[in-house]
């Protein structure tokens, strides 16, 4: 049976004794998509994740891998997921290339095939001038790109991270959100977990809000724009005016206009939440100009993936302690 | 194609040796223990050649003394290293963090738990054969049999077999390696104090010869009664030993001298050993899976039962076709010791 998802949570459930740390998760993860897994830490999304990858029996429920259930498929799903841990281990007395060499004897490659495996991920994850050094002396960046490099051996069709950018600084986080388009690129399906929200705003297609265990949201990423402004408390969207004039009385002016629900001041321009359509937006351009306000720039805030977070998880919050 | 997998070489053991034996530390360890086995074995050949300045010491005996001191240098050599060699063998993946990694691979727990095994042990095996050479002085002398040497390398292999499990036992059930190194040499201490302490307790509450099958758990028992030599009509031993190395090796009966031959203790201590060292391994087996730990699903189960049988057959076979050449000790009657009797001494009149 083939399936068009790569990956397919049903019911997904851990419990920890009375602790449940995920529930009734039902993931659907289409085949070539990067995927973002992410909530706050403690939410489930490692829990999840090692379930995915096979190292967590779930308390209830299945996961299918291209539509067929890993729990009946044996060892050979081991052979199509590729993971890597939040937290990872090297070797440390190891030479870079052995570290790879020994992972592709893992996933029994003819030797033959191992030199050239070794060199090309060395290339992919821009490590070729480290081959020969001790792994030890790699730095925190580099070692978790040699680790990518480790669940890429056996070219898995879907892969797994977990945290890939925690604790490294904002190059190496470029360089890995490169790596990562660039392994979407080749077709495959990428699950990123993160609690890191801007970086997975820009690299994933779609995204799965987990909170206390729970799906809070999920799909698309312009998909989910929309349900968390509906799930959200707050209505409307945020505009931002820059403007040369004095800032006080232009705040004061833009508050007591029509549709404008507040407008506050944000690191020298004006923010203001906007409960209405494009041409009222339009409208209320015209008129701030026509009051003899000088405008340098008008527009909207896009609410990105962390605004959204936020409002969904802190909604959930305070819903729960009631 | 599974065969073809199943012919790689485990890639744990190539990982393994690969930082083991890189650089010098390895040869350093090899060249010290090389050494010190030199440097006692020396002095003990000096201090059996001072003993041979008050009696006659024919050549063979100093060489048996020379043997049994080797080997006893080599079984402490084993005690001490392999539980530090295979303690950390799981645990320390899991120190690592490495462990999980290993785990999402096809490698199977069953391949791990063999890679690391053999990979210590290979480490072991190394020193015991590069101290061949030394053992083979002993011929200079005479007195011990190339079957001896054999067997007594043999000993030396299934002692480090268990104790090399057992580590790694420890390792995957303990989860940490500290708490698995400790586990691991109270284990070792164990099996050389808990027979010694069991004769006494024993001899002291039912005033008798304890029953010497006890000492089959005793690694230096059991090395001792494989590779002593016959004993002699007269029932000497050897002179530096004297007699000690029966005591240790449970042949009380050369000691009695009335001819009735005990089964050695090697007949019991190989077949405990290589029963604990199978125990321990089916243990760990279960113990180095990630989920499903105690399912053991009909296969391995049936391979499992198969092993066991054979085992247990085995033993039973080899002890019931040799039951005629051994005489067994009739317990009550000839290790009771008598009460003392207070003797009253008369006084003399020395004048």
């Known amino acids: ?44 999304k490692t829990t999840t994740m090692r379930m995915l990858a096979g190292l967590l029996d779930p308390s209830e429920g299945e996961i299918l891998l291209h539509g067929e259930s890993t729990r009946s498929s044996g060892s050979r799903f081991r052979h199509e997921l590729g993971y890597m841990p939040d937290f990872f281990g090297v070797y440390e007395d190891m030479l870079v290339w052995e570290y790879l060499d020994f992972f592709a004897r893992c996933y029994n490659i003819p030797s033959a095939q191992r030199d050239t495996l070794t060199s090309e991920l060395l290339d992919l994850v821009d490590l070729a001038d480290k081959r020969d050094e001790y792994v030890e002396a790699l730095s925190r960046g580099m070692r978790q790109r040699l680790c990518l490099a480790h669940a ?33 690129s080749m077709g495959k399906t990428v699950i990123v977990s993160s609690h890191i929200l801007a970086e997975l705003s820009e690299l994933c297609d779609s995204v799965g809000i987990i909170e ?5 949201a999920s799909g698309p990423i312009n998909q989910i724009t929309t349900q968390a402004q509906l799930h959200g408390q707050k209505q409307g969207k945020l505009l931002r005016i ?80 009631l | 194609m599974i065969l073809k997998e199943r012919l790689q070489p485990n890639p744990i053991i190539v990982k393994e040796l690969r930082s083991r034996m890189r650089g010098a530390r390895a040869f350093i360890i090899l060249t010290i223990m090389l050494l010190a086995l030199a440097g006692a074995l020396y002095g003990i050949y000096r201090l059996t050649m001072l003993s041979a300045r008050y009696q006659t010491i024919p050549g063979p005996y100093i060489g048996q003394s020379l043997f049994q001191s080797l080997l006893m240098l080599e079984m402490l050599v084993i005690c001490m290293l392999t539980p530090a060699l295979t303690a950390g063998a799981i645990s ?12 999402t691979t096809p490698l199977s727990p069953t391949r791990i738990l063999w890679g690391k095994l053999i990979s210590a042990l290979s480490y072991i095996l190394l020193l015991l054969v590069a101290a061949i050479p030394l053992a083979s002085i002993v011929f200079i002398f005479g007195g011990v049999t190339p079957m001896q ?58 005033q008798q010869i304890p029953p010497y099958e006890l000492l089959m758990i ?10 002593l030599p016959a004993p002699s009509s007269s029932g000497v031993g050897m002179r530096v030993f004297n007699g000690l190395g029966f005591v240790i090796a449970g042949r009380f009966d050369v000691m009695e001298g009335d001819g009735n031959i005990l089964r050695p203790l090697y007949h019991y201590s190989l077949p405990l050993y290589l029963g604990l060292t199978l125990a321990f391994y089916m243990l760990a087996a279960q113990l180095v899976k990630p989920t499903r730990r105690w399912r053991i699903d009909l296969r391995s189960g049936l391979i499992a039962f198969v092993i066991v049988a054979l085992v247990a057959g085995s033993v039973v076979y080899g002890f019931y076709s040799t039951k005629d050449q051994y005489g067994y000790w009739d317990a009550e009657e000839e290790r009771f010791i008598p009460p003392v009797q207070p003797e009253i001494i008369e006084a003399v009149d020395l004048e």
């Open chain 2, 149 to 206: 040497l054999v067997r007594s390398f043999l000993v030396l292999t299934v002692v480090a077999l268990l104790l090399g499990t057992v580590g790694i036992f420890m390792s995957a059930w303990l989860g940490r390696s500290g708490r698995a190194t400790v586990m691991s040499y109270l284990f070792v201490l164990l099996l050389f104090v808990s027979p010694i302490i069991a004769l006494i307790v024993i001899g002291v509450s039912r």
């Open chain 2, 92 to 103: 320390g993946e899991r120190e690592k963090l490495t462990y999980e990694m290993l785990l």
């Open chain 1, 1 to 44: 049976m083939n399936s068009m998802y790569a990956l397919e949570t049903k019911n997904l459930t851990r419990r920890y004794g009375k602790l449940t740390a995920v529930d009734n998760l039902n993931l659907q993860i289409p085949a070539g998509s990067l995927f973002g897994l992410i909530g706050p830490n403690g939410a489930g």
């Open chain 2, 218 to 227: 005793n690694p230096l028992s059991f090395l001792f009664s494989a590779t």
């Open chain 1, 242 to 321: 820059q403007t040369i004039s004095e800032i006080s009385s232009t705040q004061e002016l833009l508050s007591q206009m029509p549709n404008v629900m507040n407008a506050i001041e944000n690191e020298g321009a004006i923010e203001i939440e906007f409960d209405g359509d494009a041409e009222a937006t339009a409208q209320l351009l015209a008129q701030i100009v026509n009051q003899g306000i000088l405008v340098t720039s008008f527009g909207e805030v896009s609410s990105d993936l962390e605004d959204i977070f936020m409002r969904v998880t802190v909604g959930n919050q305070a819903e729960g302690e």
């Open chain 1, 212 to 216: 206390r265990g729970q799906l809070v």
């Open chain 1, 152 to 184: 890429l051996v056996h070219d898995p069709k879907v892969l797994l991270l977990d945290e890939p950018a925690s604790g490294l600084d904002p190059r190496a986080r470029v360089e890995m959100r490169e790596l990562l388009r660039e392994l979407g």
